[in-house]
Nanobody
Protein backbone atom coordinates (compact mmCIF):
# COMPACT_ATOMS: atom_id res chain seq x y z
CA UNK A 1 0.00 0.00 0.00
CA UNK A 2 1.29 3.45 -0.89
CA UNK A 3 2.01 5.46 2.23
CA UNK A 4 3.49 8.79 3.19
CA UNK A 5 4.23 9.50 6.84
CA UNK A 6 5.42 12.90 7.99
CA UNK A 7 7.46 13.52 11.10
CA UNK A 8 9.65 16.17 12.67
CA UNK A 9 7.12 18.80 13.59
CA UNK A 10 7.03 20.54 16.92
CA UNK A 11 7.28 23.84 18.73
CA UNK A 12 10.09 26.16 17.72
CA UNK A 13 10.89 29.79 18.44
CA UNK A 14 10.96 32.37 15.66
CA UNK A 15 14.28 32.23 13.89
CA UNK A 16 14.74 28.59 14.71
CA UNK A 17 15.00 25.56 12.48
CA UNK A 18 13.28 22.25 11.95
CA UNK A 19 13.69 19.38 9.57
CA UNK A 20 10.61 17.53 8.46
CA UNK A 21 10.75 14.04 7.04
CA UNK A 22 8.34 12.21 4.80
CA UNK A 23 8.91 8.49 4.90
CA UNK A 24 7.38 6.82 1.86
CA UNK A 25 6.60 3.23 1.00
CA UNK A 26 4.69 1.25 -1.57
CA UNK A 27 5.94 3.11 -4.63
CA UNK A 28 9.09 4.12 -6.46
CA UNK A 29 9.81 7.57 -5.13
CA UNK A 30 11.70 8.85 -8.15
CA UNK A 31 8.69 8.25 -10.41
CA UNK A 32 6.58 10.71 -8.44
CA UNK A 33 6.51 14.43 -7.98
CA UNK A 34 6.59 15.15 -4.26
CA UNK A 35 5.27 18.29 -2.66
CA UNK A 36 5.19 19.84 0.76
CA UNK A 37 2.04 21.75 1.67
CA UNK A 38 0.82 23.48 4.78
CA UNK A 39 -2.52 24.54 6.16
CA UNK A 40 -3.84 26.44 9.14
CA UNK A 41 -7.44 26.80 10.31
CA UNK A 42 -9.32 29.40 8.32
CA UNK A 43 -6.87 29.45 5.45
CA UNK A 44 -6.53 27.49 2.27
CA UNK A 45 -3.87 24.89 1.86
CA UNK A 46 -0.78 26.30 0.22
CA UNK A 47 2.13 24.78 -1.59
CA UNK A 48 5.45 25.13 0.16
CA UNK A 49 7.76 23.31 -2.20
CA UNK A 50 7.73 20.73 -4.95
CA UNK A 51 10.22 18.47 -6.63
CA UNK A 52 9.32 16.95 -9.97
CA UNK A 53 9.40 13.27 -10.78
CA UNK A 54 12.95 12.46 -11.68
CA UNK A 55 14.18 15.33 -9.54
CA UNK A 56 14.83 17.67 -12.43
CA UNK A 57 13.15 20.70 -10.91
CA UNK A 58 12.58 21.98 -7.40
CA UNK A 59 10.36 24.96 -6.66
CA UNK A 60 9.55 26.95 -3.56
CA UNK A 61 6.82 29.31 -2.60
CA UNK A 62 8.01 32.90 -2.56
CA UNK A 63 7.33 33.23 1.15
CA UNK A 64 9.76 30.43 2.00
CA UNK A 65 12.34 31.02 -0.72
CA UNK A 66 15.81 31.13 0.75
CA UNK A 67 14.67 29.70 4.08
CA UNK A 68 13.39 26.24 3.20
CA UNK A 69 15.17 23.50 1.31
CA UNK A 70 13.61 20.34 -0.05
CA UNK A 71 15.44 17.18 -0.94
CA UNK A 72 14.72 13.55 -1.66
CA UNK A 73 16.62 10.40 -0.88
CA UNK A 74 15.33 7.90 -3.38
CA UNK A 75 17.45 5.05 -2.05
CA UNK A 76 15.90 5.37 1.40
CA UNK A 77 12.48 6.56 0.21
CA UNK A 78 12.57 9.70 2.31
CA UNK A 79 11.76 13.29 1.43
CA UNK A 80 13.00 16.13 3.59
CA UNK A 81 12.05 19.71 4.17
CA UNK A 82 14.70 21.70 6.00
CA UNK A 83 13.28 24.87 7.44
CA UNK A 84 15.29 27.74 8.87
CA UNK A 85 14.67 31.30 9.98
CA UNK A 86 11.18 30.23 10.89
CA UNK A 87 8.47 32.81 11.32
CA UNK A 88 5.13 32.66 13.13
CA UNK A 89 3.49 32.71 9.70
CA UNK A 90 5.10 29.34 9.03
CA UNK A 91 2.89 27.73 11.65
CA UNK A 92 0.62 25.05 10.29
CA UNK A 93 0.11 21.41 9.59
CA UNK A 94 2.63 20.29 7.03
CA UNK A 95 1.75 17.56 4.58
CA UNK A 96 3.73 15.69 2.01
CA UNK A 97 1.97 14.47 -1.09
CA UNK A 98 2.78 12.50 -4.22
CA UNK A 99 1.67 12.54 -7.84
CA UNK A 100 3.01 10.01 -10.37
CA UNK A 101 4.98 11.19 -13.36
CA UNK A 102 4.35 14.86 -12.73
CA UNK A 103 6.40 17.97 -13.29
CA UNK A 104 4.57 19.99 -10.67
CA UNK A 105 2.47 19.79 -7.54
CA UNK A 106 -1.04 21.19 -7.84
CA UNK A 107 -2.28 22.12 -4.39
CA UNK A 108 -5.49 20.12 -4.63
CA UNK A 109 -4.47 17.75 -7.39
CA UNK A 110 -1.99 15.49 -5.69
CA UNK A 111 -3.11 11.89 -5.66
CA UNK A 112 -1.64 10.69 -2.36
CA UNK A 113 -1.31 12.51 0.94
CA UNK A 114 0.18 11.94 4.33
CA UNK A 115 -1.67 12.81 7.51
CA UNK A 116 0.51 15.78 8.37
CA UNK A 117 2.79 16.97 11.14
CA UNK A 118 2.18 20.11 13.16
CA UNK A 119 4.72 22.93 13.15
CA UNK A 120 4.20 25.73 15.64
CA UNK A 121 6.45 28.78 15.53
CA UNK A 122 5.97 30.85 18.64
CA UNK A 123 8.03 32.55 21.32
Amino acid sequence: QLRLVESGGGLVQPGGSLRLSCLTSGFTLDYYAIGWFRQVPGKEREEVSCISSGGGSTNYANVVQGRFSMSRDNANSVVYLEMSKLKPEDTGIYYCAAEPYASGCPTYGMRYWGKGTLVTVSS
